[in-house]
């Protein structure tokens, strides 16, 4: 019943897509079937390799971030279960309300020198005289991830935190009569129980992670061009298919995109034991 009403949308805006994909990157223009010649051709340009290290290098920062922040500070507001909690979970999570485009425009702002209140800090910190230092190419990743976790973390939080009061009260009770103190309770009890919360959360930050488009595209047109159109992997696709009309080639990167994501769940999935039955 309360599944019934999503499965229409991800029929039409993802089940779909995804076969229409697939179709496209196993076919030539003519539509005859082209085996693997497109996923061949597509590895071969000069740009598909940079734009997915830069994807591979981004996510890992990300995801790690992600969960190392997110799970700490979790535990940190469910350990001081009060109004001051209450108040951080509502500040952490305001960015999240804010669309990815307006997001990055407001980063946009914060790392110009020019402009930012922290201009200091960019200045004495980073090293970043100009904007387009700020921006420097082996910075991208660092700065795309510090956005992506400014936008994200505070969704994340909330419903960590709603897993964490899904743990019964006894166990913590029964922790503190044994001695234990709040940091052997975080993770000797209240961290092995959420391992599946964390799990969903890592699988689905990562494939998002591999979808980035909106924020280097916004940098690439804020600079000019010193940011490259092909910067992520979705960039390129979007090349592909709208500057050159190769929509074969960039079906082809969309599906590698799909097989990353898929073997990354697949091995959380087993690792981590996401839909093992606790008896």
């Known amino acids: 019943m309360f599944v019934g009403p999503y499965l229409p949308f991800l029929v039409v805006f993802g089940v779909l897509p995804m076969i229409y994909a697939l179709g496209l990157a196993f076919t030539d223009d003519a539509g005859g079937w ?8 597509t590895i071969g340009d000069y740009r598909f390799l940079p734009a997915f290290g830069h994807i591979l290098l981004y996510t890992s920062v990300w995801l790690g971030s992600l969960v190392v922040l997110v799970v700490g500070l979790t535990l940190l507001l469910h350990g001081r279960a009060n109004r001051v909690s209450a108040t951080f979970r509502f500040l952490f999570y305001i960015p999240g309300a804010l669309a990815g485009a307006s997001s990055v425009l407001v980063w946009l702002f914060m790392l110009d020198p020019a402009v930012s209140p922290g201009a200091f800090l960019l200045h004495d910190v980073f090293g970043a005289q100009l904007f387009v230092e700020s921006i420097a190419p082996g910075k991208l990743p660092f ?26 009260q006894d166990l913590e009770d029964a922790a503190r009569i ?40 916004l940098v690439n047109q804020a600079s000019l061009g010193q940011v490259p159109d092909t910067w992520s992997a979705n960039q390129l696709a979007f090349q592909l298919a709208f500057r050159y009309a190769d929509f074969n080639a960039a079906a082809a990167v969309s599906v590698d995109l799909l097989a990353i994501g898929l073997l990354a769940a697949a091995l959380i999935v087993t690792r981590t034991g996401l839909f093992r039955t606790d008896d």
Do not use: C, H
């Open 178 to 217: 044994d001695g234990a103190g709040p940091v052997t309770i975080a993770l000797r009890i209240k961290l092995p129980l959420i391992r599946k919360w964390i799990a969903y959360m890592a699988i689905l930050s990562f494939a998002t992670g591999t979808q980035l488009f909106v924020e280097p595209q």
């Open 143 to 168: 700065i795309f991830a510090m956005i992506a976790f400014w936008t994200g973390a505070g969704g994340w939080i909330v419903i960590m935190y709603g897993a964490l009061n899904t743990i019964p």
């Open 34 to 41: 082209a085996g693997f010649g497109n996923f061949t051709r």
